[in-house]
């Protein structure tokens, strides 16, 4: 039976667009959930240091906000790791030993320790002693922070196998773990891990920084969110400050274990001593240059071997069939590193007004902080999508191949219809999360944010007696 589908596009790519497109969308939220826990934790803390109740209405507001990133994350996850099942069965049977391995230490030691505890963090408000509270706020965000070692060490993995050996069962290959630690350890998973959480760090920093913002130049809760304005810049700030650090670490593992990647990233089409660090240009593959070159000579060298003369791999060292796709691996590296910048830029331009006492005034600035939610999300999108495009034609780098890892019984008419219901059905969810999102942020810090009077032992009295009446007082007959 022929499959009705045009001409182009195969079963391939329709998995791999498939994937992209509920990996995208998943991704907006456990940046989110990891920076926003972290700054639960310094809002609570602080309530606890300085007394200052403030602190704790600002950790309530929040906790509803991260409880909806936190069912989004867990929905839109489900969803992504079915597809392993479905669409990659024949990369599943592969990597089924070493995934199944870092996935069940993510839900055992990462998924059940946040989730346990988050009913504690929404629901424990005036329940449970305040150290209590604070307790399951810092483990809730340990299990988010958890989540993100055991999916890097999964993804790591794939780009740069070890730990390992290739054992065939019936005729099929399958990768079998070896030494657990190795797999855990491998070559570019703490680079990896450090430049994720501190990305993630940078979201959370700018998503409190944008919505506080956005309270003080409409006037609403001016002074409370003044505070939360004050620590989110300065949390924003020195993630954004060592962003480029962590990136210079990681870009020197990727030169040393995938070499074709960073020359995609680079548009290095040849190898070249003295190679140039290219600002923008145009990779154009047909004349292997990058056309309109901007870039600053030797830099690239001195940055991936701290030497000047030294000689950076190029493409032509790669068959073309082991190239990944050039162009786009390009336009997402630099894509990820301008926004990067431009975000260091403001939230140091930010912090430096704050020092000043006059970030409250500077409306320019506050606008700016108002959209950078949106450049911090972007700027991660555009940093995992260079990480996966640039590991390309290797779905496990130097294995498997992504055009031999998908499963074969699947039709692209089915994939193609799937897809488009993906789509219809994210687009609704999507709809929906902002819909309550921006809900809970115009609405701001409530009546319901106030500390109970007779803290947590209080609330245990009115819980017990929705009426109001104190244990101590008498209560009518029958």
Known sequence: MIDPIPVGLDVVLLSRLQFALTIAFHYIFPPLSIGLGALLVCMEGACHVTGDKDWERLARFWTRIFAVNFAMGVATGIVMEFQFGTNWSTYSRFVGDVFGSALAAEGIFAFFLESGFLAVLVFGWDRVSPRLHLLATVLVALGATFSAVWIIVANSWQQTPAGYALVSHHGVLRAEITDFWAVVFNPSSLQRLTHTLLGAYLVGGAFVASVSAWHVLMGRHVELMRKALGLSVLFAAAAALALPLSGDLQARVVARTQPAKLAAFEGLYRTTQRAPLSLAGLPDDSRQETRFNIAVPGLLSLLVHHRLGAAVTGLDAFAPADRPPVALSYFLYHGMIGAGLALAGLFVLAAWRLRQGRLHQDRLILWGLVGSVVAASAAGQLGWGAAEVGRQPWIVYGLLRTADA?????????????????????????????????????????????????????????????????????????
Do not use: Q
């Open 406 to 478: 998908v499963s074969r019984s699947v039709p692209a008419s089915h994939m193609l219809a799937s897809m488009s219901l993906f789509a219809v059905v994210y687009l609704l969810l999507g709809a929906v999360w902002l819909r309550v999102l921006d809900s809970k942020i115009r609405r701001g810090p409530d009546e319901s944010d106030e500390p109970r009077e007779g803290g947590w032992l209080g609330a245990a009295a009115e819980l017990a007696d929705p009426a109001g009446r104190s244990f101590t007082e008498p209560r009518p007959e029958g």
